[in-house]
């Protein structure tokens, strides 16, 4: 992804009237129209629309800037964007259905459908889902190629990349590729003997209420909907070329509002729409042959964000993209949606919030702040208060380390700013993370807290 800086855009503030009944002027409201705003400005993205879950429940919508430049347009929340490869994990949930319905299995080869793929034989489905089958990527550019301007049926996509030879032997290698997801949708196709999008509509889109969701693959946009745009290097926003139809069938074909998407997400922590098991097997991890980890599951990333388990997917098609997290264990989730592709402003604005859901402060916060900063300046000096530190960290801090500390922060200069970013426990201790300016480097500060109050580590390191 491309982050532009240098256009400055004015920044529209739009409130559904979801987000004035829910928030009104509540303090996490405002934080996240601050992120919002900041970041649109900073990038010049014309706009972001914005759905908040906590506690398992939709708590605020809003939408920021503009929809439409010439004339503009205001952006709102009842306005559907494209979610670009978001999509993915509702065809890896369709291919699930099937499965609870005895139809298919994970395991499944993928020449049990399509035998004339290269080495169908051996790849699985399991592996198309994952993005470890070896099937070349037949979108792997951040603009819309001629070819790709023109209409296509999905098998034509897959006579041509799917009989290519392979990129890697299945199972040994990760590696993004759109194809996977349009012969998995393919065969949600032949075994059903209807359209892929009538089976996800049927089976998730309606009996989640997701009255909004549309497939934009086949032109079910309307002139009420924002318009996508792009850049030409660090050049002016223009209309971006729209793909023609057929090429996202079954990768990224929908178009939704948020407040839309982050149903989906309420479903994904309540486990209600699949089975247990399967929520197993769409959430857990695939792990490559030779054991190494992937970071990615069926249709969607798996991994932690300060200490919280998040299920996660970024979305790009032209004109549009998009950062949909998920925090199951904590029944929270963040959608960004916006209206410009290959730009970063859609994953800025949901990692921003996603800190704000889980800054955890604590009512001895404000004094360990300040404990930690006189720490910081006492180093700069060469000096500690050894009273407050375990006998490990007075061992820690010889002679030595008080010299090194000494003569790399003092030409610092004093801290212009001492914040607290992230607490967590580990080993017994609380773990809490604070990000210091000075004059002339940003740096990262940890310490460990044992039970008694005193600290077993200090360190610090930079930062960006």
């Given at each position: 992804m491309i982050e532009i800086l240098t256009l400055i855009l004015p920044v529209l503030f739009v409130t559904s009237a979801f987000g004035q009944q829910m928030f009104g002027n509540n303090t996490l409201g405002q934080k996240v129209d601050n992120v919002a705003n900041q970041v649109l400005k900073a990038t010049g993205v014309p706009s972001a629309s914005v759905a908040v879950v906590q506690h398992g429940k939709i708590v605020y919508t809003h939408a920021y800037g503009s929809a439409k430049l010439n004339p503009d347009v205001a952006a709102t929340t009842?306005?559907?964007?494209?979610?670009?490869?978001?999509?993915?994990?509702?065809?890896?949930?369709?291919?699930?259905?099937?499965?609870?319905?005895?139809?298919?299995?994970?395991?499944?080869h993928v020449s049990k459908w399509f035998p004339g793929f290269t080495r169908s034989n051996e790849v699985t489905i399991r592996e198309l889902l994952s993005h470890t089958s070896g099937y070349q990527d037949f979108w792997p550019q951040d603009y819309v190629p001629p070819m790709m301007q023109k209409p296509i049926q999905p098998m034509e996509i897959l006579n041509r990349w799917a009989k290519k030879p392979l990129d890697f032997d299945p199972g040994t290698r990760w590696q993004y590729s759109n194809t996977n997801f349009v012969i998995a949708g393919q065969i949600v196709q032949k075994i059903?003997?209807?359209?892929?999008?009538?089976?996800?509509?049927?089976?998730?889109?309606?009996?989640?209420?997701?009255?909004?969701?549309?497939?934009?693959?086949?032109?079910?946009?309307?002139?009420?909907?924002?318009?996508?745009?792009?850049?030409?290097?660090?050049?002016?926003?223009?209309p971006a070329l729209p793909e023609g139809s057929g090429w996202m069938d079954g990768a990224a074909e929908l178009a939704m509002t948020p407040h839309d998407l982050a149903k989906w997400d309420i479903s994904i922590i309540n486990q209600s729409l699949l089975e247990p098991s399967s929520y197993k097997k769409f959430e857990r991890e695939v792990l490559l042959k030779s054991g190494v980890g992937t970071g990615y599951a069926l249709g969607i990333e798996v991994g932690m964000m300060n200490g919280h388990r998040m299920l996660s997917h970024s979305g790009e098609v032209s004109g549009f993209t998009?950062?949909?997290?998920?925090?199951?264990?904590?029944?929270?989730?963040?959608?960004?949606?916006?209206?410009?592709?290959?730009?970063?402003?859609s994953g800025a604005i949901a990692r921003e919030v996603s800190h704000l859901l889980f800054k955890t402060q604590d009512k001895n916060t404000a004094m360990r702040t300040e404990q930690a900063r006189k720490i910081f300046e006492n180093l700069q000096k060469g000096k500690i208060d050894r009273l407050l530190f375990t006998s490990d960290a007075n061992a820690y801090f010889s002679k030595?380390?008080?010299?090194?500390?000494?003569?790399?922060?003092?030409?610092?200069?004093?801290?212009?700013?001492?914040?607290?970013?992230?607490?967590?426990?580990?080993?017994?201790?609380?773990?809490?993370?604070?990000?210091?300016?000075?004059?002339?480097?940003?740096l990262r500060v940890w310490t460990y807290q044992k039970p008694d109050g005193k600290l077993e580590q200090y360190q610090i390191a930079p930062t960006r």
């Open positions: 009842d306005m559907r964007y494209a979610i670009g490869s978001i999509s993915k994990q509702f065809t890896a949930a369709c291919i699930l259905i099937l499965e609870q319905e005895g139809k298919i299995s994970l395991d499944d059903t003997r209807e359209p892929f999008y009538k089976f996800l509509k049927d089976h998730i889109l309606d009996p989640l209420q997701m009255n909004s969701a549309v497939n934009f693959d086949q032109g079910k946009m309307t002139s009420s909907d924002p318009e996508g745009y792009m850049r030409y290097g660090l050049g002016p926003l223009r998009d950062e949909n997290m998920v925090f199951p264990d904590d029944s929270a989730a963040v959608v960004v949606l916006t209206n410009q592709d290959a730009a970063s402003a030595q380390a008080l010299q090194d500390f000494q003569s790399s922060l003092s030409p610092l200069g004093k801290p212009k700013s001492f914040t607290q970013t992230n607490q967590q426990d580990r080993g017994g201790m609380l773990e809490r993370v604070f990000r210091v300016v000075t004059p002339k480097q940003t």
